[in-house]
């Protein structure tokens, strides 16, 4: 489940089974959205990526959707393994802010053997 | 590809010291880099974008004087930390993206800086 509040929302998930992490964007220009996973003590790693021309687009065991009408963006990942276990950051970005990332809050997800 | 490194990964020193974080692309060149800050269990916090060749631009509420940048060549970007306190302790993480459109930034490892 999700919890919310002071801390980073948690997702628990059990291993093998299918993650949803979800993101709202705040800019309606943003036109490139970027998905990262930080493992504790380490900077973000880029997994995937996704123009504002598209509303999904796929990679090995991720799918990232996006819906420019609510201004969401989630990051699937299926058969999730221990190895997941980060915290996930959506960013957006358009052109004329000169490529600048806004990231979002976060989110925990945490991968039960 | 895009690897991008960062120098030193800790750092532990007492307060006055000023504190400088190196930021290296290596298998490409970049000719703008970002400096971050992240704290405990927080998002990241773009602190001011590096030009090659030029001024850097800070974001609201940085202070340039405190939080100096250097860009002297496509591949190094540095981050100087003048006279630091303890609250300037930190998670410090550089990104830099290859040259075109809609490239994603790829980050270093991040600089834990702890003042004591």
């Known amino acids: 489940g999700e919890s919310v509040g002071l801390h980073l929302p948690t997702l628990s998930v059990q291993e093998g089974d299918n993650s949803i992490i979800n993101c709202a964007y705040s800019?309606?220009?943003?036109?490139?959205f970027i998905w990262y996973k930080q493992e504790s003590g380490k900077g973000p790693q880029f997994i995937i990526d996704?123009?504002?021309?598209?509303d999904k687009r796929q990679g090995q065991r991720v799918t990232v959707l996006l819906n420019k009408t609510v201004k969401h963006l989630s990051l699937q990942i299926a058969a999730t393994q221990p190895g997941d276990s980060a915290v996930y950051f959506c960013a957006e970005t358009y052109m004329e802010y000169g490529n600048k990332l806004v990231f979002g809050a976060g989110t925990i997800l945490r991968v039960k053997s | 590809g895009a690897v991008v490194s960062q120098h030193p990964s800790r750092v532990i020193c007492k307060s006055g010291t000023s504190v400088k974080i190196e930021c290296r692309s290596l298998d490409f060149q970049a000719t703008t880099m970002f400096w971050y800050r992240q704290f405990p269990k927080k998002s990241l916090m773009l602190m001011a974008t590096?030009?090659?060749?030029?001024?850097?631009?800070?974001e609201q509420g940085v202070e340039k004087d405190k939080f100096l940048i250097n860009h002297a060549s496509l591949t190094l970007s540095t981050l100087t930390v003048t006279s630091a306190h303890p609250e300037d302790s930190s998670f410090y993480i550089c990104?830099?993206?290859?040259?075109?459109?809609?490239?994603?930034?790829?980050f270093g490892d991040g600089t834990r800086l702890s003042i004591l």
């Open positions: 990104s830099a993206s290859e040259q075109g459109d809609n490239q994603p930034q790829h």
């Open positions: 590096s030009n090659e060749g030029s001024k850097a631009t800070y």
């Open positions: 996704i123009r504002s021309n598209m």
């Open positions: 800019n309606s220009a943003s036109d490139y």
